[in-house]
């Protein structure tokens, strides 16, 4: 069965210590991934998107950076965390049809807090 | 560029009540259209998609139907629980290029008390 996994869960990080969120998916070959942030009472924000690997679009310039080494694993990072950065972080996965998009599966989020 | 608007809220009702949140899109194309919810502290779930124009999605007990004469894609459900309290977010696939994204509206959080 196909699935995604996230980690971790929660995080509380200081002002100007470093990032690094995994996503890994399950089940599938290829996948077009995804990270999302999402501010508190707010909607989704793009931030990255890859379709391969060592391939990476950024969505929205800011201090994060995306990597992904491997097939199924997508990375988030940053050097050093704003307190800006705080949100609830999603990782997703494209789900296709003949070519065609026709949703996405989601992880179940990290939420990190910049203090 | 392709965009979706929702109904904000927050939207409060009491069980049983009749829910519609509204949902309209500009879209180039033929694109495929998405309800999402979010229950409180967890990520995303498919909630019922649309692929072409008057197709009826359907989950839950929630439906939308895909409008293209007035390009919308309302929720509708006609008795709420208490345990449909949760965000729900209307999608667009961007069918542009390589049809890699979803188009997202901000979302409308649904409260419902007993």
């Known amino acids: 069965s196909q699935t995604i996994h996230q980690w971790p869960a929660t995080l509380v990080q200081p002002v100007g210590s470093p990032l690094s969120l995994e996503c890994t998916v399950e089940?599938?070959?290829?996948?077009?991934l995804y990270w999302y942030r999402q501010a508190a009472g707010r909607g989704l924000q793009l931030l990255f998107y890859?379709?391969?690997?060592?391939?990476i679009s950024s969505e929205v310039p800011q201090n994060l950076s995306a990597s992904r080494p491997q097939d199924r694993q997508f990375i988030l990072s940053s050097k050093k965390l704003l307190l800006s950065d705080s949100g609830f972080y999603l990782c997703?996965?494209?789900?296709?049809?003949?070519?065609?998009?026709?949703?996405?599966?989601f992880g179940s989020g990290t939420r990190l807090t910049v203090v | 560029g392709d965009s979706v608007t929702q109904m904000e809220g927050p939207v409060t009702l009491s069980e049983e009540a009749f829910l519609t949140i509204n949902c309209t899109y500009t879209a180039t194309g033929y694109p495929s259209l998405f309800w999402y919810v979010q229950y409180p502290g967890e990520g995303l779930q498919l909630l019922l998609k649309?692929?072409?124009a008057d197709d009826k999605g359907s989950n839950k007990g929630f439906e939308a139907t895909y409008r293209k004469e007035t390009t919308s894609f309302h929720l509708e459900k006609g008795s709420v629980q208490v345990s449909d309290s949760a965000v729900y977010f209307c999608?667009?696939?961007?069918?542009?290029?390589?049809?890699?994204?979803?188009?997202w509206g901000l979302g409308t959080s649904l409260a419902v008390n007993p």
């Open positions: 649309a692929t072409k």
């Open positions: 890859s379709v391969g690997i060592g391939q």
């Open positions: 999608a667009l696939s961007d069918n542009a290029g390589n049809n890699r994204k979803l188009i």
């Open positions: 089940g599938t070959s290829n996948p077009n």
């Open positions: 997703a996965w494209a789900l296709r049809d003949r070519g065609s998009l026709v949703g996405y599966t």
